[in-house]
């Protein structure tokens, strides 16, 4: 797994093309990615938006495509807010093609004049990704990495292993309903037997579980 850091420079076809989104934002960046789906082209996002001097968030309810539905943070004119991304019909299809499996990562910011996008995934569909990008604008700045794990990131709780075999459940479909991979075609993938995958997977599953429950049930007295 790597992470893919770009800068892009946006064309200014594409700069007009966003003018309505940037009318009342100076950026936006994203935090967290809670539901893709790109067979129905809709996005659940958690943001932050900075916006212009005069503008109050709560004059805003879509910024562009994407729909504000609650305000979840707000510190001087930035705002953290849970959106919906709803992908135009007339370019469902170009969204579909666009799934290569990657997960949104640290810094994506977008501002009007320069696009600042992380990925985290296979070296082969970032590199794919690179090439969707230099249709957008002109990359000033690449980087590849290591994919690291912040210690707030809940993965950090899975051992090197079951982390890998989560991920690459996550991006090949097995969660999604219907399934678009099997556990055997899975196993194949990550090159372990099926009993090794679905011991790993069940143990992450638990771990993750318990990691985000804590704290919702208080013990009996």
């Known amino acids: 797994m790597r992470t893919l850091t770009l800068e892009i420079e946006p064309f200014e076809t594409v700069k007009e093309e966003m003018a309505e989104t940037f009318a009342h934002v100076l950026s936006y960046s994203i935090l967290d990615t809670l539901k893709m789906d790109y067979r129905e082209g809709i996005c659940i996002e958690i943001m932050e938006f900075t916006l212009k001097e005069g503008t109050s968030i709560h004059d805003i309810r879509t910024v562009g495509n994407l729909e504000i539905l609650s305000v979840l943070k707000s510190i001087d004119n930035r705002h953290t807010c849970l959106i919906r991304y709803t992908e135009p019909e007339e370019t469902k299809g170009q969204f579909q093609e666009s799934d290569l499996g990657l997960i949104h990562t640290i810094p994506t910011i977008v501002s009007a004049e320069k696009f600042t996008i992380s990925m ?102």
């Not at 690291?148 to 993965?155: N, R, T």
């Open 120 to 221: 985290m995934g296979e070296r082969k569909n970032l590199s794919d990704f690179i090439e969707m990008m230099r249709m957008v604008g002109t990359i000033r700045k690449m980087a590849f990495r290591r994919a690291a794990y912040q210690k707030a990131d809940i993965l950090t709780v899975l051992t090197e292993k079951q982390r890998a075999v989560m991920l690459a459940a996550f991006q090949n479909g097995y969660y999604d309903y219907p399934k678009k991979i099997s556990s055997k075609q899975l196993c194949e993938k990550v090159s372990i037997s099926k009993p090794t995958l679905l011991q790993h997977m069940r143990k992450a599953e638990g771990r993750i579980l318990k990691e985000i429950m804590t704290g919702y049930f208080q013990n009996p007295d």
